[in-house]
C-alpha cells in the first residue's frame, strides 16, 4: 500500500513538471476549459437559486385564484361572484382583487399597479418599489404623477418606499388605495381583477376548483401547485435557451479538447519513447497522462465553480441576469441565497471533467505500446 502510494505521488511530482514545459500549451487549455465550465455552473447556479426564490415567494400566494374568462381571454370578475364561492363548502375566505399594470411614458416601464388599503394608508398615498425609487429619483414624502384613463392627473404622495431585499417581488410595484385605483383605471364599480381564494383543507383543491368552473363554466380556477409549476417551467426555459446560446462555445470547446486529447505532439510521442527506454513500464505511462488530464480538468473544474459561485451569488449574475429575470426596462436587483447541492455538483463534473480524462487514455496507450526507439526517431 505504501509503496504504490509512493509510485502515484512520484507520478503525480513528474506530472506536474511535465505540465509546467509546456505551460504556455497547457495554460490555453486551462483557459478554455475554465470559461466553459464558469459559463455553465453559473447558469446552473442562477436558475436553481432563481427557482427557489420563486418558491418561497409563492409559498405565500392563495391557495387558489379564480379569473373569468371571456373569448379565451382574461376579463374582470363580478363581485357576486365571491360571494357565492365563498358559500361552497370548504372555503374560508374569497378576497377580490385590483391589480393592472400601467405603462409610464417617461422611462418606457410598465408598473404593477395593486390596490391595498391597509399598504398604502391613505388616499393619495402609494408604496412603491426601490426600483422605480432609484428609477424617478424619489423619496418618502415626494410625488408620484399619474395619468388616469380619463386623461385627469393622479397626484400620489410616496408614503412607502419597498425594501430593496424584498425587489424580486416589489421592483415594479405601486400599492393604492381601491379608490385610486378605481380613478386612475376608470375601473368599474362592483368588479375585481381576480379572486383569491382560501381553501380550509388543501386536499380539497381540486374538489372545490371543480365545483366552481361547474358553478361559473366561464371562470378558471389556477391551484397554487399549479402556479408554482409555471415559474418552475419558464426558469427551466429560460436557462435552456441560454444555454442552447453557449452551446456553440461548449462544442468548440469539445471539439479542441477532442483533438488535444488524441493528438500527441512529437514531443510528447519523443518523452515516452524515453520513458519507455529507461524502464518505466505501459501502466506508468499510461498513470503519467491519466494524472495529466486530471489536473487540468480539476483545476478548471474547481476554479470555475469557485468563479460561478462568486459571479452568481455575490455579484447576482450580471451575465444572465436580463436574459433570465425577464422585466424589460426595470430591472430587480437582489442578493441570492446560494443554493448549491451534490447533484449539481456531480452533473457538471460528469459532463465536463470525466469525458475529457478519459479521452487521454487511447492516444497515449497507443503511443506507450510502441517501439521506444521508433518513437524517439519520430
Not at 429560460?238 to 462555445?249: D, I, K, Y
Not at 488524441?262 to 505501459?282: D, V
Amino acid at each position: 500500500m505504501k509503496r504504490a502510494l509512493e509510485r502515484h505521488l512520484n507520478i503525480l511530482d513528474f506530472t506536474l513538471a511535465s505540465l509546467l514545459r509546456r505551460r504556455a500549451k497547457n495554460l490555453s487549455l486551462l483557459a478554455m476549459y475554465l470559461l466553459v465550465i464558469f459559463m455553465l455552473a453559473s447558469l446552473q447556479f442562477f436558475v436553481t437559486a432563481l427557482k427557489r426564490e420563486a418558491a418561497i415567494i409563492l409559498s405565500d400566494a392563495p391557495d387558489m385564484v379564480v379569473q373569468r374568462l371571456t373569448a379565451g381571454r382574461q376579463d374582470l370578475v363580478p363581485a357576486s361572484y365571491a360571494d357565492e364561492i365563498a358559500k361552497i363548502r370548504g372555503v374560508t375566505a374569497v378576497h377580490p382583487r385590483l391589480w393592472g399594470y400601467y405603462y409610464d411614458a417617461l422611462n418606457g416601464a410598465n408598473y404593477t399597479i395593486m390596490a391595498s388599503d391597509e399598504t398604502a394608508a391613505g388616499a393619495e398615498k402609494a408604496a412603491i418599489g426601490a426600483a422605480i425609487a432609484k428609477k424617478r429619483n424619489l423619496a418618502v414624502g415626494d410625488l408620484l404623477p399619474l395619468i388616469s384613463y380619463d386623461k385627469t392627473p393622479l397626484m400620489l404622495e410616496i408614503g412607502t418606499i419597498f425594501p430593496s431585499e424584498s425587489d424580486l417581488i416589489s421592483a415594479d410595484m405601486i400599492i393604492i388605495t381601491a379608490a385610486d385605483f378605481h380613478r386612475l383605471f376608470s375601473f368599474p364599480a362592483g368588479q375585481a381583477t381576480d379572486l383569491a381564494v382560501t381553501v380550509r383543507n388543501p386536499k380539497e383543491l381540486a374538489t372545490v376548483a371543480a365545483k366552481i368552473a361547474a358553478q361559473f363554466p366561464d371562470s378558471r380556477p389556477i391551484l397554487k401547485s399549479e402556479i408554482q409549476r409555471t415559474y418552475q417551467s419558464i426558469f427551466d426555459w429560460r436557462g435552456g435557451m441560454t444555454l442552447m446560446v453557449l452551446a456553440s462555445a461548449l462544442f468548440s470547446f469539445i471539439i479542441f479538447a477532442w483533438d488535444k486529447a488524441t493528438g500527441l505532439s512529437a514531443e510528447e510521442r519523443k518523452e515516452i519513447g524515453i520513458l519507455k527506454s529507461i524502464g518505466w513500464e505501459t501502466s506508468d505511462v499510461l498513470l503519467l497522462k491519466f494524472w495529466e488530464g486530471t489536473v487540468i480538468s480539476l483545476t478548471a473544474f474547481l476554479l470555475g465553480v469557485v468563479l460561478a459561485y462568486g459571479h452568481v451569488f455575490f455579484l447576482s449574475a450580471p451575465l444572465f441576469a436580463q436574459a433570465l429575470k425577464g422585466w424589460s426596462v426595470i430591472y430587480p436587483r437582489f442578493q441570492l441565497v446560494p443554493v448549491v447541492n451534490a447533484y449539481q455538483l456531480t452533473v457538471l463534473f460528469f459532463l465536463t471533467v470525466v469525458p475529457y480524462t478519459t479521452a487521454t487514455i487511447i492516444p497515449c496507450w497507443r503511443a506507450a505500446t510502441t517501439d521506444p526507439d521508433a518513437a524517439m526517431r519520430n
